[in-house]
């Protein structure tokens, strides 16, 4: 068998990468990029245990990985390397259907043929399309998970309106937070004792008019004391009607 060891590490070290980024983007387990380089390091070097016993060598790479795993995830080793196994191998056994050049031997995913490696650029297309994925799924959660119903009483008026929590709206006036409501879904109109509030951005400047309020989050558990400022603008309010401040969440 022509093992074709240059291409061979460059191919672990890809298959390595990917593996451990699926193992974070599916467990969202975090770790120290130093400690993951000696882990992706092992991996690419495995290729020498080629030489070795054939039982010595698998013992080799079981002791190196699940020990790696031990140090980097913890009490989380298991399910990281059960993650990590299966990205790895999946993608070897995946690589074989496509071309026979591309074998597991000895636990490792080996090229026999350097015309191989043209589909070991389906590698990095699959982190890619896995990050793709990964960025709509949390994307699609924290828009649902961020929208709400609030009511706003402003004197002897109740308004409920449909509203999302903005993480970027931390804006305070007086210590207190600030919220935004589409100007078109305000049907009273306010008196003449309003504050001038002042928004800074980082291109622009604006003062608007900000009067009292009282808001009522969906669950009821708790009401809070707000400034209202109505805005013409509501592109960033994610098709609600209220946009509320990162200090109520």
Known sequence: MNIYFDLTMLS??????????????????????GVLCILIFGQTISVYTHYLNEIIGYLILAFFLLTMMMIIYKKKWFHASVLYLLCYYGLGFFLFMLDSNITIYRGIVTIL????????????????SLLLAATFVDKLYHLNNYKT??????????????????????????????????????????????????VQTVDSHHQYDGFKALLDLNDGAESYFVYVVLADQVADFNGCDCLLNAFLH
């Open 12 to 33: 672990n070290l890809t298959l390595s990468m990917v593996s451990l980024f699926f193992v974070k983007i599916v467990a969202t387990y975090r770790a120290k990029k």
């Open 113 to 128: 043929e350097p015309t191989a490696m043209v589909k070991m650029l389906l590698i990095p297309i699959f982190a890619l």
């Open 149 to 198: 119903q609030c009511m706003i009483t402003y004197k002897n008026h109740h308004l409920v309106l449909s509203s999302y929590f903005d993480t970027g709206n931390t804006l305070k006036y007086l210590n207190t937070p600030v919220i935004f409501i589409a100007k078109n879904r305000w049907p009273y109109g306010v008196d003449s004792k309003t504050e001038k509030i002042e």
